[in-house]
């Protein structure tokens, strides 16, 4: 009923830019948080950053200063610039969100998941 498609994924070279862009669609009443998770290999998923529908954002400490979420409210969609690309960074990134979806007449509080993008950082 609710979908989140990413894209903007692929192979970057060290020092590189990706752009990362995440659309939801469906039932929507209102989203209130979205933002992006990302699992390396033997790793753990964890936040990489998230913005609220007010404009407040988060961050992970190992991308401050490379990364820059954003969002456009009125398309459902957050982004996700990445700028000065490590190794390290290469991962499964996953969009989220956190949103009040119509459930028949009325609404549920839910969390909902991208399938992911592929990052890779690699000469």
């Known amino acids: 009923q609710v979908q989140l498609v990413e894209s903007g994924g692929g192979l970057v070279q060290p020092g590189g830019s990706l752009r990362l862009s995440c659309a939801a669609s469906?039932?929507?009443?209102?989203?209130?948080?979205m933002g992006w998770y990302r699992q390396a290999p033997g790793k753990e998923r964890e936040l990489v950053a998230h913005i609220t529908s007010g404009g407040s954002t988060k961050y992970a400490d190992s991308v401050k200063g490379r990364f820059t979420i954003s969002r456009d409210n009125a398309k459902n969609t957050v982004y996700l610039q990445m700028n000065s690309l490590k190794p390290e960074d290469t991962a499964v990134y996953y969009c989220?969100?956190?949103?009040?979806?119509?459930?028949?007449?009325?609404?549920?509080?839910?969390?909902?998941w991208g399938q992911g993008t592929l990052v890779t950082v690699s000469s």
């Open positions: 989220n969100a956190n949103a009040d979806l119509y459930v028949g007449p009325q609404y549920r509080n839910l969390e909902v």
């Open positions: 469906g039932s929507i009443f209102s989203i209130n948080r």
